[in-house]
């Protein structure tokens, strides 16, 4: 059975940190690109950041570029998403993704940037 377990989210102030994790289990992580995405009231949801199967290569939003950091654990079946400078435009509920030839979603996590 498939399951992409989202963790980590929560209640920050502007300006603050958060790192979100996702634990897969049921299907070969290290052959699948991780990826996290996002969706905020009443919005589409977006890509935020991915990372290829053996981490060698990211990319981001141009809305998180430099302030948040994707990366995996392929011997732990985890993708980590390091939140930094949070802004309240970043309050959103945001998924784990996991894409081959097949896709898989998490259930989600909320984070809230507020004061």
């Known amino acids: 059975q498939v399951q992409l377990v989202e963790s980590g989210g929560g209640l920050v102030q502007p300006g603050g940190s958060l790192r979100l994790s996702c634990a897969a289990s049921?299907?070969?992580?290290?052959?699948?690109?991780m990826s996290w995405y996002r969706q905020a009231p009443g919005k589409e949801r977006e890509l935020v950041a991915a990372?290829?199967?053996?981490?060698?290569?990211?990319n981001y939003a141009d809305s998180v570029q430099g302030r948040f950091t994707v990366s995996r654990d392929n011997a732990k079946n985890t993708v980590y998403l390091q939140m930094n400078s949070l802004k309240p435009e970043d309050t959103a509920i945001y998924f784990c993704?996991?894409?081959?030839?097949?896709?898989?979603w998490g259930q989600g996590t909320q984070v809230t940037v507020s004061s």
């Open positions: 993704h996991a894409h081959n030839r097949v896709q898989y």
């Open positions: 049921g299907f070969t992580f290290s052959l699948y690109t």
């Open positions: 990372i290829t199967r053996a981490g060698g290569s990211t």
